[in-house]
Structures are given as C-alpha cells and as structure tokens.
Nanobody
C-alpha cells in the first residue's frame, strides 16, 4: 500500500519558520514530480511549489523568496522550508507525488498526503 505521510505543521508567529516533510512509502519504483499545495479555510486548493525528478523547481509568486522546496530521493521525501511566514500563509498544506509503482511501471499515479495545518499568528 502506497501512502504519503506529512509532518511539521503547527502554530507560528508571523516572521517565523516551519519545515514540512512528506515521506512516501510502499511499492514505489520511482517518483517523478513532487508538489506542495495549500488550502486556506473556505478557499480553493492552490499549488505552492513543485520539484521535478531532475531537481527543477517552481513556486507560486506569493511564496517566491520565502519558501524552498527540496527532495531526498534516498528517503522518498519532499520538504518545504517556509521562512518569513505571514498570516496569509495559514492553510492546510498537502503534498502530492507522481509515482510509478513497482507492479505497474507503465503508468504514473498521483498520490496525496492527508494534510497538515499551518497557522501563522499576527
């Protein structure tokens, strides 16, 4: 069974930092693009950052210069380092990963984590 497990959310004051982690486990052959999304209460989910298997990254304009996405393929883990947090960064953060499974190498499947709450107080 494949799963993505997130950790690292919490409550922080404005200007503070948090580091989110998302570890993939199961019968994974390879991991392609990994992403972080967020969904503020009552709003739609939005893409925050992405990193390809080759290490190419891209970010939402709202987080450029403050957030850094990275991955450790040896641990099947993606990270989101969040610095200079603002109250408007408050949301549930979700990771996703495009996976090729060991038993189904001709397809790519997108899996999601369960979400982790990030709250930034002013």
């Amino acid at each position: 069974q494949v799963q993505l497990v997130e950790s690292g959310g919490g409550l922080v004051q404005a200007g503070g930092s948090l580091r989110l982690s998302c570890a993939a486990s199961g019968n994974i052959f390879t991991i392609n693009t990994m992403r972080w999304y967020r969904q503020p209460l009552g709003k739609e989910r939005e893409l925050v950052a992405a990193v390809t298997s080759g290490g190419v990254t891209n970010y939402a304009d709202s987080v450029k210069g403050r957030f850094t996405i990275s991955r450790d393929d040896g641990k099947n883990t993606v990270y989101l380092q969040m610095n200079g947090l603002k109250p408007e960064d408050t949301a549930v953060y979700y990771c996703s990963a495009d996976l090729v499974l060991t038993l189904s190498r001709s397809h790519t499947y997108r899996y999601w984590g369960q979400g982790t709450q990030v709250t930034v107080s002013s």
